[in-house]
């Protein structure tokens, strides 16, 4: 019942979010804010009490929906959906909080929306039955099309689409799989049903079962997003407005990396292993390309946007290692980056509602003017390019350690990855920071609201860094990943 | 004929008797709230009517009709959108036309030629049905005399009905002259018995393709579509894009599985082709369009394209994702003809992209329906649409049309993209200092009242939609 509650409190609270609008935007976003750290609260009150219990699945949760299909309200919660949960609470509150004044106008519905796509993002971490996967992948583009589509930048509609459109495509080859799999189930058992559990043990032949798990790969990859399918994301990323851009870097590449834990590697283990050398490659072409355009850019959220790239290529490297290291490497890659990435996001989108230029030629010295907003993003930036101390680090180190058991080519050039990190992260602080400063900006620096945002930031990352113990606890009980 | 012959056919009756009733109405006096409520009641009563044909099913009138469950479905479902469209019809009228009663004549008219389709197993009847259909449209398409587009729209559809009615008609010849049969069951017997098709029966079945393509608006007969969508009123548009074409789909099936379609290759790979190029060609030239009438229409060819490929899927499945796919096509599309006609003013239809520039900001109540009715379209969770298309492609899946289902994958995406534009379009905020000329839309209070049920009801049907497949599963009893 919790887990439905889970769900409910913020589609309910985005309804409730957007009526209030008319009367007051201020009620709007309590609103907003309220439901989410409720939501919060709930799933810390979980992670607190619950893993000390031990057991693969904390909450499950089961009543007929379709029944004719087969399909139910299925809904289960491991410590893989449980972290994820508590990341997805914790950014969508930060995206409301620093939406508080950058959005100024249709406030009502940009709630909604935003609430309505973390919806669906929860939904997706927590079903457990395909259709209603298939459901929530599909509820939380529309809202995610609007926030781009309506509260970004210049070129806001061609991103809009493109980010439609390419998930839209991979999603529809996702549900292909999905039926082909509930047909060939069906055929061998008799019976029909999406049921996640059910579906784990479907005895087909190894040529079709890599087919569909091709067909759901594609959706997952789009997501992430790996190499060839990651043009929209730059796009998406520089035009969304900044709440936008850290849904999305923190959560929804997240859905697809989740995608492939969840449904991928238990569901086709041997189509899995069959395909995965050249998944990993995929991954390391990714980190390293990601890592190289990053460098080029010269757009401060396009750079931002292109390292998301490269560091989920090190997530599509550990999943496809077979290794615990590795998956403990990958979870807290997942939740690492999404902190760090957000949070560099929504210092980008402070300098731009400061000095409105992303181009990171025309900024330089600021360091002299905003030391607080410098100092955190010089965090956030050690973060992304891996230094100890820092929870992306841990991601990194754990998950080479298991990739170097899997594939040792692999794992050297995905090393060198790291090495492209360090230019681009180090590029960011020289370019915007230090060096010469160009214009004569008189700037404020970080206000109490950023300020609160950016400390819980800073706070999570070092705790993951520093003591990522409770966070690889939780997930070496998710033993249902590693099979 | 009997009384249970008379009960069975009870919906159809009270239809007709209404019109000739309501003709004597306008006889005696014109009065439009008069007429209009009279056909409101017609449409009620032969809904209602259809309750006491349920007890005596299956039930045929031979040769000519058969009223099973199958067919009592779609009666119910054509009199309900015919009863959708009338209500729409009212403030549309009012505001336009001096002479509006007829109208209420020709409406019912057609739409017992769509009733008649529905029943039809025997090619008499088909024809029969088609004509009315068919002739009361001319009427339709035409009757805002004063525009422009009006005239040339209802001379269009005359010419190219007419054609393909004389096709349609040559090709029962053909098929006639070799199985010496008109009805469909007696057709599939004899070519049963031959065990293959002659070539004069596969060209009489051509021919009849043509006829029945015509109506159904598919590749390559589907030229006069865009025209017609263009010209015709508002309402009437709505009736030929779901009660039209939905009739004569249920014919087709019907026709189809009596000659057991499924077994002749040949059949089968015309449709295929047919239902790929129609998926093709209605998207790629909706992509093309500025004007929302015309992107309906060739999206609406695109649709019967996804219909197509689970009328190929030869299997169970694929007969109620056709009619659950027809239930949420009827709402979409009335649905979407709706906003069109609420947001049209008296002096001109919204029809034009620009019309719609901004329009969540001015009248968020009816874009947010329109967004509902073109997520629909396009197959958004949410939305009956949703699960319509969801539906084909398990057909699909079931049948194991790949190739048909890759295509329809392709075509989906392409069809993601004009209607994500025109929500886009909506949701447009006016640049600052910009002044824009808007249409002022009437804004009837029906009308308004209509949508908002319209639109629960898609909700309603893709948040929950056990009750209607359900529904659908016992009623797909066909008398073969």
Known sequence: ?483 | MSFADFISLGPLITLFTAVVISMLLIAIKRNHRITYAFSLLAYLMALTAIIPAMLYIPHTVPPLLVVDEFSLFNTGLVLAAGFIILLLSYNYFEEREERKEEYYLLLPLATTGALVLVVSRHFMSLFLGLEILSISLYGLIAYLRARERSDEAGIKYLILAALSSAFLLFGMALVYAFTGHMDFPGIGAALRQAGYIPVTVLAGFGMMLIGIGFKLGIVPFHMWAPDIYEGAPLPVAAFIATISKGGMLVVLIRFYLDIHGNDYTMIWWMLAIIAVASMFVGNWLALMQQNIKRILAYSSIAHMGYILVAFLSGVQTGLEAISFYLVAYFITSIGAFGVLIVMSSSIQDAETLHDYSGMFWRYPWVATVFTAMLLSLAGIPLTAGFIGKFYIVMAGVNGHMWFLLFMLVINSVIGLYYYIRIIAMMFKTPATGEELTYIKPSLPVAGNITLMLLTLVLIGLGVYPTAMMQLIQQMMKIIV
């Not at chain 1, 841990?394 to 594939?407: D, K, M, P, R, T």
Request: proline share 4%; net charge positive.
């Open chain 1, 1 to 483: 019942m919790i887990l439905l509650l889970l769900i409910l409190i913020p589609l309910v609270g985005g309804l409730l979010s957007w009526i209030a609008a008319s009367r007051s935007a201020l009620w709007s976003r309590c609103i907003a804010l309220g439901c989410l750290l409720i939501n919060l609260v709930i799933v810390f009150q979980i992670w607190a009490t619950k893993p000390a219990a031990g057991g693969k699945w904390l909450y499950q949760f089961k009543a007929a929906w379709v029944p004719h299909f087969g399909i139910s309200l299925n809904l289960a919660m491991d410590g893989l959906s449980l972290l994820m949960l508590v990341l997805t609470f914790f950014l969508g509150a930060l995206s409301v909080l620093i939406s508080w004044k950058e959005i100024n106008y249709r406030v009502g519905f940009f709630h909604f929306n935003l609430l309505f796509a973390l919806t669906g993002i929860t939904g997706v971490f927590l079903t457990m039955d395909l259709f209603l996967f298939y459901f929530f992948w599909e509820m939380m583009l529309i809202p995610m099309y609007f926030l781009i589509g309506i509260w970004g930048h210049a070129n806001r509609e061609y991103a809009a689409n493109k980010f439609f459109i390419f998930t839209q495509a991979g999603g529809l080859l996702m549900l292909l799989a999905i039926l082909a799999l509930y047909f060939i189930h069906g055929a061998n058992t008799g019976v029909y049903t999406y049921d996640y559990f059910a579906l784990l043990h479907t005895p087909m032949q190894q040529e079709t079962a890599r087919w569909l798990m091709l067909g759901f790969l594609t959706a997952f990859l789009v997501k992430l997003p790996a190499v060839p399918f990651h043009t929209w994301l730059p796009d998406a990323h520089t035009e969304a407005p900044t709440a936008g851009s850290v849904v999305l870097a923190g959560l929804l590449l997240k859905t697809g990396a989740y995608g492939i834990l969840r449904l991928v590697l238990p569901l086709f283990p041997e189509a899995s292993l069959h395909f995965a050398p050249w998944i990993m490659l995929l991954g390391v072409l990714g980190i390293i390309y990601g890592g190289m355009l990053a460098y080029a850019q010269t757009d401060l959220k396009r750079l931002i946007a292109y390292t998301s790239v490269s560091h989920m290529g090190f997530v599509l490297v550990g999943a496809f290692s077979f290794n615990p290291l590795a998956y403990e490497g990958v979870v807290m890659q997942m939740i690492a980056h999404g902190i760090s990435t957000g949070a560099l996001f929504i210092i980008a989108g402070a300098l731009y509602e400061r000095i409105h230029t992303r181009n990171i030629q025309e900024m330089g010295g600021l360091w002299s003017k905003v030391p607080v907003m410098g100092s955190a993003a010089m965090i956030f930036v050690m973060g992304s390019l891996g230094l100890p101390g820092l929870g992306n680090f841990v991601a990194e180190f754990l998950i080479l350690l298991g990739s170097w058991q899997a594939n040792r080519w692999i794992t050297v050039f995905a090393a060198i990855g790291l090495v492209v990190a360090t230019a681009y992260s180090l590029r960011i602080m020289q370019k915007v920071f230090f060096g010469p400063s160009h214009g004569q900006h008189v700037l404020p620096d970080l206000n109490k609201r950023e300020l609160v945002i950016i400390v819980a930031l800073v706070m999570a990352i070092l705790l993951l860094g520093l003591y990522p113990q409770p966070v690889l606890n939780t997930t070496q009980k998710t033993d249902y990943v590693v099979r």
